[in-house]
């Protein structure tokens, strides 16, 4: 005996495929849909196919973008001599999430990892670089993780960059803003220590 | 200064609608589909699509069909003269995963309440009637919800369907297999004593 039909079947295992839904989270947004109005729905379907026959990666910055220039860095109002540089798109959303940052972004694509033999070659180095010499590229945050692969990687670009006579800063890193110093584990509490500033 | 680009805002709206995801688990999905190959995201989007276009009602048991009669009520090696009645599409599910039932259902499509307005007439009670007129129904299982509403549609039911001579039973209702009494609530608790059986 079948549990669902199979039209639910299908719908139900590539819902549950996504991150975070599970089979019975994909039941429930199937009945969602089921009662839901027509156009609602139709508009969801089309914003995914839509999403992967037109959204690509920016050429400049490498971030998703549905035209050749992403949004960021085609915005005249943002300050092109000012770069962050991040490993994913996702990171991208993060500081723009802090409505902090009035720069435009490189995004690497990756990280330098030994172990999983991930060299200069193999992510947006070389993009970099050519951004910096071709534009007025007044300072480069590196804001790669602290993590060994993401250090790794803000280390190597600094060396690299050094000759190009551009500031290269490194997102400071320390106690996380609301956090417990007695909660803080003893690898960000050494450099939380290091790179105190004075006051 | 926008957090997402257009397309991004779009598709985590129209994602976040969905019930069990957040702005946070809807960004985690866009992300995903970025990923995944075209053909599994196409898939999606046209299964999503085909739900809403193919799907309505089965004209016997209203549960929901992609064809004119759902997969249950037409399948011959089910029981038809046993007729277990629900009162949404999702408790079919639910009962079809238990494995132990071989009739076949009938959705009412809503429970009766006097608070929300709902009598005979705005659920599917006619219908049940005529079927069991109609065709040769030796049992009709009442599985409405154990709450108010449920309990009063079984209860309209039962007296209902008295003059039609077909056998009309309730399911159990008691303390759930591996629960403990200890944590069991009083109403329950008062219904297992009652409904108590011999061993």
Chains 1, 2 share one sequence.
Not at 15 to 25: A, H, V
Not at 81 to 90: A, F, N, S, T, W
Not at 110 to 117: H, I, Q
Not at 155 to 169: A, D, I, Q, T
């Amino acid at each position: 005996m079948k549990r669902y039909a199979d039209w639910m079947q299908q719908l139900v295992e590539a819902l549950s495929r996504l991150p975070g839904i599970g089979k019975r989270s994909a039941e429930r947004i199937v009945f969602y849909l089921l009662k839901s109005k027509k156009d609602e729905v139709l508009e969801l379907s089309s914003l995914i196919r839509s999403v992967k026959e037109n959204v690509f990666f920016c050429e400049i910055c490498h971030n998703f973008a549905d035209s050749k220039i992403c949004y960021i860095c085609s915005d005249p109002a943002r300050d092109h001599g000012l770069i962050c540089v991040v490993e994913d798109p996702k990171d991208v959303i993060s500081i723009e999430k802090t409505g902090s940052f009035v720069g435009i972004y490189h995004v690497l694509l990756g990280a330098l990892s030994a172990l999983e033999g991930v060299g200069p070659e193999d992510i947006r180095i070389h993009d970099l670089v050519q951004r910096i010499k071709k534009d007025r590229v007044r300072e480069v945050i590196l804001a790669t993780n602290p993590n060994t692969e993401g250090e790794t990687t803000a280390l190597y670009l600094s060396k690299l960059l050094r000759p190009l006579k551009v500031k290269v800063s490194r997102i400071a890193r320390g106690i996380p803003v609301g956090s417990h110093i007695e909660y803080t584990d003893q690898a960000t509490l050494s450099r939380a220590l290091e790179d105190r500033l004075p006051v």
